[in-house]
């Protein structure tokens, strides 16, 4: 049973243009949630995160919310640029406990 | 960047041999993941180490084994490959300090058991 979901599994933006990455959790005890970027033939790297207690980060051009009665977060890219082509993984944790992770999307941003 | 190399980075092997792969971090960080990274299934822990020789199960740990004898080295070691095993391993840490869950991750091994 997949506790973290990302449903698309691939998004394609225009340069300049807003992306919205979607990620869903199952697990109402998740207290906090990231997300990590992935480029061909390297490790993930951690982008940004968001504790339950609040519903929105920023961080430059990125930013997460978080929606805990839909069980939903979102991030935001504005403006995407073509290096920001990789794969966004979502991933949610709780207290005492480890990272779950989501499948993962792959983001096109195209000149 | 915490400093987190993994050995080989690249493995051809046959089925039924023993492989172990190394993951070597210099940031003194407590906690240790191995991950194994498939299409279609996202990032999938395998096994985690909160200390040295502390060691406890994760998510997809069946035909994989870990020790963890020094801070800085943590292995994997497939005792008997399978094919189901060919994928891209991935080693992260966190270190005192950080964001609890803000995990740092190697580089990859990526492994094809033929």
């Known amino acids: 049973d997949q506790q973290v979901k990302q449903n698309s599994p691939s998004l394609s933006v225009q340069e300049g243009r807003i992306s919205i990455l979607n990620c869903d959790y199952t697990?109402?005890?998740?207290?906090?949630f990231l997300w990590y970027k992935k480029y061909p033939a390297e490790g993930p790297t951690f982008l940004i995160s968001?504790?339950?207690?609040?519903d929105k980060n920023e961080d430059g051009r990125f930013t997460v919310f978080l929606n805990k009665s839909a069980k939903h977060l979102s991030l935001h890219i504005v403006p995407s640029q073509p290096g920001d082509s990789a794969v966004y993984f979502c991933?949610?944790?709780?207290?005492?406990?480890?990272?779950?992770f989501g499948k993962g999307t792959k983001l096109s941003v195209k000149p | 960047d915490a400093g987190i190399t993994q050995s080989p980075r690249h493995k051809v092997t046959e089925t039924g041999t023993p492989v172990t792969l190394r993951c070597h971090q210099t940031?003194?960080?407590?906690?240790m993941y191995w991950y194994r990274q498939d299409p279609g299934h996202g990032l999938r822990l395998i096994h985690y180490s909160y200390g040295v020789k502390d060691t406890d199960k994760g998510e997809v740990s069946d035909g994989y084994s870990v020790s963890r004898s020094k801070t800085e080295d943590f292995l994997l070691t497939l005792e008997s490959a399978t094919s189901s095993q060919t994928s891209v391993y991935f080693c992260a840490t966190i270190g005192v300090g950080q964001g609890y869950y803000e995990q740092y991750f190697g580089p990859g091994t990526r492994l094809t058991v033929t």
């Open positions: 940031e003194n960080h407590r906690y």
């Open positions: 968001i504790s339950s207690i609040k």
């Open positions: 991933a949610a944790g709780r207290s005492q406990g480890n990272l779950i």
């Open positions: 697990n109402s005890m998740f207290d906090y």
